[in-house]
């Protein structure tokens, strides 16, 4: 799915858009029969504007997706087609005029009507789960959104207080907004990961929140990836994280923040064949990411396959050097 375009005439809703985005890869993800690419990736694709065909070869998919989100006031537009990678025919197009307030369901019916295109039968769970509104709180929503962009960037502490900064008033908002919940638990968490947490005051609030997560969605995948969170950054517990984080798996088999964590714990507890493992199905899901790659070739250091890790390094660099220097300057330094 190629990122969508801001065509709002405010260029500020450009994180409105890129969270429509967001929403639309994490619904289909949970759609099992689907390889989807990270969002990540994609972004260092779009920026080589290459051909639908060079797309699909590239990242070994059939179908590619885009789309364009147009704000004004209370009214969205989302644009959306599909593409077939290999004759570059257009498979399904849509167009959603809608109220702001309609814009979960705009997401959900977009997995939907892929999963109809591409001909997938879903289990009634899986439809339930694509129908999921995180909020009904557009306030508390728009900060998520902005705490996700914060997350994309990494400044160490400063960064993950920011998103706490922006996460506190949207649970306040709606303490019933569960991918908030789980945010701000992992915010709190990744401060005391860096040892930015001197009195052991986030230490606190992410237990607290975690605690509070399991008790109200005991059984959610989301509550799962909290768990395995805060044994991976407060208790440094690899073994129980990775319970925790392949029991989310399951139920989220595209979540390359799930995947990457899966990745992670198998190499702090060095069970090195199945961390190879592990990064190369990261790598399937995010190919382009350079966090992705550098964990392959420490997979395959950690293996003995010097080789392939020099190889696979080495293309790398070579690639992500050409997009870099075809990118914008950053946003932020």
Not at 44 to 57: K, M, Q, S
């Amino acid at each position: 799915v190629l990122p969508f375009g801001n065509l709002s005439p405010d260029p500020d809703n450009a994180f409105f858009a890129g969270g429509v985005y967001e929403e639309v890869l994490t619904k289909l993800s949970r759609i099992g029969e689907l390889r989807v690419i990270s969002r990540t990736s994609m972004e260092r694709i779009a920026e080589e504007r290459l051909e639908v065909a060079a797309i699909g070869a590239r990242l070994g998919v059939s179908h590619v997706m885009e789309g364009s989100v147009r704000r004004a006031g209370d009214r969205i537009r989302v644009t959306v087609q599909l593409i077939e990678a290999a004759s570059d025919a257009h498979v399904w197009a849509e167009n959603y005029d809608r109220e702001l307030d309609d814009v979960f369901a705009i997401q959900s019916e977009i997995a939907l009507a892929i999963a109809s295109e591409l001909e997938l039968s879903l289990s009634p769970e899986v439809r339930a789960t694509l129908g999921e509104r995180p909020t009904e709180n557009q306030a508390a929503y728009a900060l998520y959104l902005r705490a996700l962009e914060e997350r994309r960037v990494w400044r160490g502490a400063e960064g993950f207080q920011a998103m706490i900064e922006l996460l506190e008033p949207a649970v306040a908002a709606d303490p019933g907004f569960l991918e908030a919940q789980v945010l701000l638990a992992e915010a709190y968490g990744r401060v005391v990961w860096v040892h930015a947490d001197p009195d052991g005051r986030f230490e606190a609030k992410a237990r607290e929140r975690v605690a509070e997560i399991v008790r109200r969605w005991p059984d959610h995948p989301q509550s799962k990836l909290a768990r395995g969170q805060l044994a991976y950054n407060l208790d440094r517990d690899f073994a129980q994280a990775l319970t925790h984080f392949e029991a989310a798996h399951k139920t989220l088999p595209n979540d390359v923040g799930v995947l990457g964590s899966i990745s992670a714990s198998l190499k702090h507890l060095r069970r090195n064949e199945e961390f190879l493992g592990a990064a190369r199905r990261w790598v399937a899901m995010d190919p382009e990411s350079p966090l992705s790659i550098n964990e392959l070739g420490l997979a395959l250091l950690g293996t003995g396959r010097l080789d392939e890790a020099v190889e696979t390094l080495t293309a790398a660099r070579t690639r992500l050097t050409t997009v870099a220097s075809r990118s914008r300057p950053p946003m932020r330094p």
